[in-house]
């Protein structure tokens, strides 16, 4: 129903703007612009928003639904949308993980294999955006949604309805990317940079636009949902030195969420007016401003990475004391670390631009703000590393994959600092080094971060355990698979090779043979990890409510929690991580 | 193992796995030749970089290695340690000073080399690159000469000004380290002072559209009469 009104739309907009003799390519731009709003809509209304606003109307509960069906309805329950969140999150990374995977065949050697040139542009600008959102959404969404209401001591989250609003706008957006492809594809990377954003008539560009401003809608929704439920449900007794750290976390990203989405999402939208409405913003030609796109989407697009991170961080560092048995070290200064880096991340956009021709002596703040960054990051490793100083070390795949997670980021850290530095950052701007670096923070600190969360509180989720050997061995495979993979990339962007291209020289052979077999490790731990969910999620061992012996308040409830989480309001009498004896 | 022997461990360790590190780097240079004045400048902060960020990988490492040696629950029941605040405290305090110092001093020789490569805007030939898709065209408005193989002088400060038909693109060659976008509706100058001659390829470095992949051109860096026999042909 929702495609043929969508379609009835596109069709009045076709013949208005027929009817008004506009040349070609501009119809079906604007139609589809039209008929994806009016699409995206009616199925927000038909898929329980319709029913939800009725029901806050009338004020009258509709019944429940029970077993599988609550996670495809429109639930407000917010331990029903982090499990959505989270399945979401499980799938859209394993499409981006083939895109992946076909881009390291294709890469396999030099040459091209079985990809055009077009076709690898468009594989890699979708890996970008799915796993851009996968990382979005995974830990503050799909963790969060579930964890945090908990941690606070909360029935639900502050707006319920909200909460489910922000999960439905994405798999419009998913799907919208997914159809690109046959729509003619796009030729932009994940980062639409005008006017290379702005030419060209072909469908699956815009359709990207319109995708990424969704799932941004999405995020204001989930970031002003998040602050709000912290600042105002926390339990009786909890002050601000004694929420726990991945609360913190999400605050922090969430903040990014609303000041920074509302910016990326204006700049889309300009593109969109420049393609449709021949607005000129971004055409040189027509008075319009190249860079201006530039500053805009970094601006956001920056601080976006904290999104990714930060709730990772969180998790690892909530995860270190359980399993270190001992407080987590400079609690206080790390919690004032993440709002510090959030303060900072809105002031360091630039350094994506130290080679766009902007004024040469910005590079120079903008080089220092960022390397500024290191200190509250530093904070960090300091809280992690201080935990384990005299600590007594349950080595469960939870802790594990912490573990994973820190010496990866460490790496990743590290590399920002030359592209940071200005001097360096014109060589390494747009090469492998830069995707390498990227890649071992997001990959090997959001995404490691994700799973040692979901480990941790998968007990809590579904009341089963999951299997230590597979989780161990998962992590293992993706770990080593994943190290193996980008480790050597470093070295070969230093050397020559360009970001977004199919095609290298080829002595580089040997290094991306490698790193096209590595990656099949991390494919195949993928496969582990899908296995271990589907049998431990059905037969696994009973968790109880509280398996890891932790402090926070989520392990009060039952496992998983039941509607209302708990059976009276927690109070709360001291700080969440009193492990461990005094010596 | 006991506490005290920490310290020794993180310095053996630390220095093994920093030496290996170096060993690693020395066997398979961490840069490509460098060709260019400029690359000199990129090349030492780099090295800087380098030099500070292993050293500090290693001991991380290092320290980890420990703590997960010296204090695994032998027993689960077994309880860590709680802190003595005051120490704490001081840990603290150290670390964010020396991070701090440590960033500065980074950012300070970042500039330092930054200012080098482009504080001085005197050139002695000018080089017109006009990008589009998919192509370079080089102007040699001195000598009044057109080409599509860019040229350079050695020893000789070039001043490559870039300017962009359609969409954006950047100039970029790895042994010359420095890249620069070419932006449409701006003119934009860096200037390279090519040292080794040679033959090296022109790379497009901003994503362009399909056929970014190809988007190459040849840099031939060549001795002075060469260079002036090249400029009279039309080549």
Known sequence: MTEFFAAFVAGIAVFVAGYFGLAAPLGPQAACVLGYLAALFVFLG??????????????????????????????VDHKVVGIQYTAAALVIFLVGGTFALLMRLELARHGLQFLTPDQYVTVMSLHGITMVVVALIATAGGLGNFIVPLQLGARDMAFPRMNALSFWLLPPAVVLLLASPLLGGLDFGWTAIAPLSTQGTTIGKQMFLLAFVTAGFSSIFSGVNFLATVLTMRAQGMGWARVPIFTWSVIASSIIQIMGTSVVAASLIMVTFDRVLHTSFFNAALGGNVLLYQHLFWYYSHPAVYIMILPAFGAVLEILPVYARKPLFAYHIVAGALITITALSFIVWAHHMFTSGMWMLLKLPFMVNTELISIPTGVVFLAALGTLWRAKIRLDAPMLWALAMITNFLIGG??????????????????????????FTIMGGAVFGFF????????KMTG?????????????LMFIGFNAVFIPLFWLGNHGMRRHVADFPAWMDPVQTFASFAALLVASSALVFAYNVFSSSRNGEPAGENPWEALTLEWNAPSPPPHGNFKTPPVVTREPYDYGVVS | MKNKSAVPFVVLVGGLVSGGLYAVATRYPTMPLAASVQAGHVDSAWNGLLIVEGAIYAVVMAYLIYCLIAFRAKRREEQGEKFDRSRGRFVEVAWITGSTALTLALAALGAHELRAIISDPAADIDIEVRASQFSWEFYYPQFKTFGDKLYMEKGKRHRIILTSKDVIHAFWVPEFRIKQDAVPGKTIPMIITPTVMGEYTLLCNQLCGRDHYDMLAIVSVVEHEEFEKNMKAEF
């Open chain 1, 414 to 439: 590290l590399t920002g600092i030359p592209l940071a530095d200005a001097p360096t950052d014109l060589h390494l701007h747009d090469t492998w080094f830069i995707v390498a670096h990227f890649h």
């Open chain 1, 464 to 476: 089963r355990r999951l299997n230590e050997a597979l989780a161990k061995t998962q992590c293992a």
């Open chain 1, 46 to 75: 038909v898929v329980g928003g319709a029913k939800a606003l009725r029901t806050y109307a009338t004020g009258v509960e509709p019944d429940e639904k029970h077993g599988a069906a609550r996670y495809f309805s429109f639930d």
């Open chain 1, 452 to 459: 040692a969360g979901f480990h941790h509180w998968f007990p």
